[in-house]
Each structure stands twice: as structure tokens, then as C-alpha cells.
Nanobody
């Protein structure tokens, strides 16, 4: 099992940047595919980005491509999400998730482990 704790959320103006972090417990962090999802008020949780176990492969939702960057440090058991050029529509609770199967996935159902979420609010 792995436990996930997100940090770094907050309030930022449109056009600004934030960096989210997710710290994972356990000694087998490098065996997990990691991802970020988000859930805006009144909306379903949606995929944002995922990163392979080695960090060599990353995938992004079209809505964040070119603005967000996911990275991981397997030595520190962390993943980060650098968010630039933020828009009001990026406002959501952001969740870190872990998958213990081979291969990245865009689907919520494929991730067994979740953090508690961190709020990101972008003002216009």
C-alpha cells in the first residue's frame, strides 16, 4: 500500500503559477504509476496528467497541455505538478493518485490509492 499527501495549493490570480507536491509513503514508490486528477465544484473528477514509473513517459489532458508539467523523484518519493498560465477554469481540488499496475491510465477506476486533495483557486 501507499499513502499520499498533497500540498502546495492556494489562491492565485489568472496567469500566475503554482506548484503542487505529493509525498508518498512506502519503499516501493518507483513501482507506482502516478497521476493528478481534479474536481471542480459541481463537476465530475477528471484526469489532468500521468507519469510512468520511471518518469520517462508523461501524458496530459488537452486542457492543460503546454501549461502544466508533471515530474517525479523516486529517491524522494514525490511527484510535483508545475502549473503555469493558470486560468479560472483550473479552479478545483487536485488529487494525487497511484496505480500499482503496469502502464499509465487516464481513468479514475484504474487508480487504487488517492490523497485527500488540495484546493487550487484561480481568480480572474
Amino acid at each position: 500500500q501507499v499513502q499520499l499527501v498533497e500540498s502546495g495549493g492556494g489562491l492565485v490570480q489568472a496567469g500566475g503559477s503554482l506548484r503542487l507536491s505529493c509525498a508518498a509513503s512506502g519503499r516501493t514508490f518507483s513501482s507506482y504509476v502516478m497521476a493528478w486528477f481534479r474536481q471542480a465544484p459541481g463537476k465530475e473528477r477528471e484526469f489532468v496528467t500521468t507519469i510512468s514509473r520511471t518518469g520517462r513517459s508523461t501524458y496530459y489532458a488537452d486542457s492543460v497541455k503546454g501549461r502544466f508539467t508533471i515530474s517525479r523523484d523516486n529517491a524522494k518519493n514525490t511527484i510535483d505538478l508545475q502549473m503555469n498560465s493558470l486560468k479560472p477554469e483550473d479552479t478545483a481540488v487536485y488529487y494525487c493518485a497511484a496505480r500499482d499496475q503496469i502502464g499509465t491510465s487516464f481513468y479514475i477506476r484504474d487508480y487504487a490509492y488517492w490523497g485527500q486533495g488540495t484546493q487550487v483557486t484561480v481568480s480572474s
